[in-house]
């Protein structure tokens, strides 16, 4: 069975980094084909792609903010962390982070619940 | 980058009635060496993570009611939902996961009439 669970602070000020980790069972991201993505959705618009990283170490970035994200795996701990540094109100948002089947690297199956980031001094 | 553009923004369908979501991608997500649309839809509720319906364009997720259908190829994609019920009410996303950014879409908002 796989979970997934996303922890980080709930609220941050502008100008600080933001660090969230997701956390996982019943996968290893050492498996051939297998990934973990983030994403979010800032309240009231629509989901956003952010980045992913794969079992090789693949790490594809939005474009939009590739300056500002960092995202790092910890297979020994199940672990995927994403960063993203010179926090603004513009990132206020629920950020989800989710697995990729084997093959299918980017799409989505299984998702944690998501942890909503508010950006306020 | 691949643009993923869906319409309408919003629809209202009476229950029992047929929902019909249309997204189009700025290029072609078929691949050409095993024939697949990378193209997914997602169900996303208020207060709880998106859900996986169709992937590959038409293959049904496990769990998915058959009532959910996915079609299209290339650049122009649909999800119907055949007979809507109460629990269908959501934002559904088109996502492609050809190339990167795996963008989705801008949502489309289902309400029943």
């Known amino acids: 069975q796989i979970t997934l669970k996303e922890s980080g602070p709930t609220m941050v000020k502008p100008t600080q980094t933001l660090t969230l980790t997701c956390t996982f069972t019943?996968?290893?991201?050492?498996?051939?084909?297998?990934?973990v993505g983030w994403i979010r959705q800032p309240p009231g618009k629509a989901l956003e792609w952010l980045a992913l990283?794969?079992?090789?170490?693949?790490?594809p970035y939005s474009p939009s903010l590739k300056n500002r994200l960092t995202i790092t795996k910890d297979p020994s701990k199940n672990q995927v962390v994403l960063t993203l540094t010179n926090m603004g109100p513009v990132d206020t948002a629920t950020y989800y982070c989710?697995?990729?089947?084997?093959?299918?690297?980017?799409?989505?199956?299984?998702w944690g619940q998501g942890t909503l980031v508010t950006v306020s001094s | 980058d691949i643009v993923m553009t869906q319409s309408p923004d919003s629809l209202a369908v009476s229950l029992g009635e047929r929902a019909t979501i249309n997204c189009k991608s700025s290029?072609?997500?078929?691949?050409?060496?095993?024939?697949?649309?990378?193209l997914a839809w997602y169900q996303h509720k208020p207060g709880q993570p998106p859900k996986l319906l169709i992937y590959?364009?038409?293959a049904r997720q496990s769990g998915v009611p058959d009532r959910f259908s996915g079609s299209g190829s290339g650049t122009d994609f649909t999800l119907t939902i055949s007979s809507l019920q109460a629990e269908d009410a959501a934002v559904y996303y088109c996502?492609?996961?050809?190339?990167?950014?795996?963008?989705f879409g801008q949502g489309t908002k289902l309400e029943i009439k």
């Open positions: 996502q492609q996961y050809y190339s990167s950014p795996k963008d």
């Open positions: 989710a697995h990729s089947p084997v093959g299918s690297v980017g799409l989505y199956d299984y």
């Open positions: 019943g996968f290893s991201l050492s498996t051939s084909g297998v990934a």
């Open positions: 990283v794969q079992w090789d170490d693949n790490k």
């Open positions: 290029q072609s997500v078929l691949y050409s060496s095993n024939n697949k649309n990378y």
């Open positions: 590959w364009a038409s």
